[in-house]
Nanobody, 125 residues
Framework: QVQLVESGGGLVQAGGSLRLSCAAS????????MGWFRQAPGKEREFVSA????????YYADSVQGRFTVSRDSAKNTVYLQMNSLKPEDTAVYYC??????????????????WGQGTQVTVSS
């Protein structure tokens, strides 16, 4: 089992920044590909970003490309999502997720086995 705990959400004005953290614990949690997803009220959960097991490859949704940066610190078993130039449409609950096994990251929600509880990000205009 892998446990994921997100933190760092909050209320920020448009154009501001936040850094989300996802602390992982459990068996071989540092070896998993990790993803960030978000879900706004009334909408489906959508892919935001992902990072490979070793951290050499990163992936972003078109809507956040150039504004968000994903990274990981394997020694701390933590994945980060630096969010800059935030927009009101970025408002959502943000979730981190881990794929089990030795797989590459994916944008598909159902291919992640472990999920955190989510952290709210609200961007005011």
């Amino acid at each position: 089992q892998v446990q994921l705990v997100e933190s760092g959400g909050g209320l920020v004005q448009a154009g501001g920044s936040l850094r989300l953290s996802c602390a992982a614990s459990g068996r071989t949690s540092s070896s998993y590909a990790m993803g960030w997803f978000r879900q706004a009220p009334g909408k489906e959960r959508e892919f935001v970003s992902a990072i490979s097991r070793i951290g050499g490859s990163t992936y972003y949704a078109d809507s956040v490309q150039g504004r968000f940066t994903v990274s990981r610190d394997s020694a701390k078993n933590t994945v980060y999502l630096q969010m800059n130039s935030l927009k009101p449409e970025d408002t959502a609950v943000y979730y981190c997720a881990a794929r089990s096994g030795l797989y590459n990251p994916t944008f598909r929600v159902h291919e992640y086995a472990y999920w955190g509880q989510g952290t709210q990000v609200t961007v005011s205009s």
